[in-house]
T-cell receptor, first 114, second 114 residues
Framework: GAVVSQHPSRVICKSGTSVKIECRSLDFQATTMFWYRQFPKQSLMLMATSNEGSKATYEQGVEKDKFLINHASLTLSTLTVTSAHPEDSSFYIC??????????FGDGTRLSIL | GDSVTQMEGPVTLSEEAFLTINCTYTATGYPSLFWYVQYPGEGLQLLLKATKADDKGSNKGFEATYRKETTSFHLEKGSVQVSDSAVYFCALSANSGGYQKVTFGIGTKLQVIP
């Protein structure tokens, strides 16, 4: 079946650092990729939707200058958390889809900001 | 907008007990319905799905039936195992601007004790 790889799976860094998370579709071309954030004991909240070659669409309340999304190719999207602070610590999950097909999820990235 | 309501956990059951996790939804049109499972420290895995009314999704002993009249998609398993301990998310997927947008429920934590 369709596979989505997310890297890194875990990252710990100091406050003020920028962190990049990669999401790759390994065996299909992902026309659309999604980024979700999961707070402890809560559901997944959609942060943004990105289509290859165009600007991402951010959900209400998500700072686009804080969470930079790039979808430069049909197999790769990146999320960069800029100048990360402890409140940005969370579990981030990406998903990818092709045309009008179901989303396939990555394994997530646990981000911890000290 | 679309929404998914599922029972809040945690749900604690003894091994071999019967499991029901309730899920109801509101949506315009005809969404697809899903159950995802998240094991500790991992990403989401698709457990089962149903794409139209009266469809029954099943996998690993779990099953759920798409009930349009009650807008429900309750998850059931006849005999749970310790290895079923995880968080279960009910979700719906509907067409939004040319792609399938997924809306998640809050997640229900299941703990199965020996």
């Amino acid at each position: 079946g369709a596979v989505v790889s997310q890297h890194p799976s875990r990252v710990i860094c100091k406050s003020g650092t920028s962190v990049k998370i990669e999401c790759r579709s390994l065996d299909f071309q992902a026309t659309t990729m999604f980024w979700y954030r999961q707070f402890p004991k809560q559901s997944l909240m959609l942060m943004a939707t990105s289509n290859e070659g165009s600007k991402a669409t951010y959900e209400q309340g998500v700072e686009k200058d804080k969470f930079l999304i790039n979808h430069a190719s049909l197999t790769l999207s990146t999320l960069t958390v800029t100048s990360a602070h402890p409140e940005d610590s969370s579990f981030y999950i990406c998903s990818a889809t092709q045309s009008n097909q179901p989303q396939h999820f990555g394994d997530g990235t646990r981000l911890s900001i000290l | 907008g679309d929404s998914v309501t599922q029972m809040e956990g945690p749900v604690t059951l003894s091994e071999e007990a019967f499991l029901t996790i309730n899920c109801t939804y509101t949506a315009t049109g005809y969404p697809s319905l899903f159950w995802y499972v998240q094991y500790p420290g991992e990403g989401l895995q698709l457990l089962l799905k149903a794409t139209k009314a009266d469809d029954k999704g099943s996998n690993k002993g779990f099953e759920a039936t798409y009930r349009k009249e009650t807008t429900s998609f309750h998850l059931e398993k006849g005999s749970v195992q310790v290895s079923d301990s995880a968080v279960y998310f009910c979700a719906l997927s509907a067409n939004s601007g040319g792609y399938q947008k997924v809306t998640f429920g809050i997640g229900t934590k299941l703990q199965v004790i020996p």
